[in-house]
């Protein structure tokens, strides 16, 4: 067996799959659980009811989200509040998009010529 077989590397390993998924459902339970934490720190129902307003949900969704009883993380993922909280607003607050690292980490970009395709002197 190769080295790089071992190792996991090459193309033919069942485990990059297997990674990237596992970086998928980090970035999902991440950002579920800052959604948790703006939850959370949010605190009473008025100050949920009127950021999510702000965030652009509709009022009548609003009025059953921010009295429920349910705790902060089963909340998390609530329909309303994933509307409210989007992914892309969680971008703009900083949470950093874990896919788009690990691409960028284990695929950079080249300015390498494909073989064949550069010119001899």
């Not at 998924?21 to 959370?40: A, H």
């Not at 429920?68 to 992914?87: D, P, Y």
Request: proline fraction near 4%.
């Amino acid at each position: 067996m190769a080295r790089s077989e071992a190792e996991g590397e090459g193309s033919g390993c069942p485990c990059n799959g297997q990674r990237d998924e596992q970086v998928l459902e980090l970035e999902k339970w991440m950002r579920r659980r800052v959604r948790q934490c703006y939850w959370k720190q949010w605190k009473r129902g008025p100050t949920r009811r009127r950021m999510l307003l702000r965030l652009g949900a509709k009022r009548e969704e609003v009025y059953l989200a921010s009295r429920s009883r349910k705790g902060c993380w089963r909340m998390s993922t609530n329909s309303i509040v994933q509307a409210a909280l989007t992914n892309e607003w969680l971008d703009q607050q900083g949470v950093p998009n874990l896919q788009a690292l690990w691409i960028a980490y284990h695929y950079p970009k080249t300015d390498n010529v494909a073989c064949g395709s550069f010119d001899e002197p």
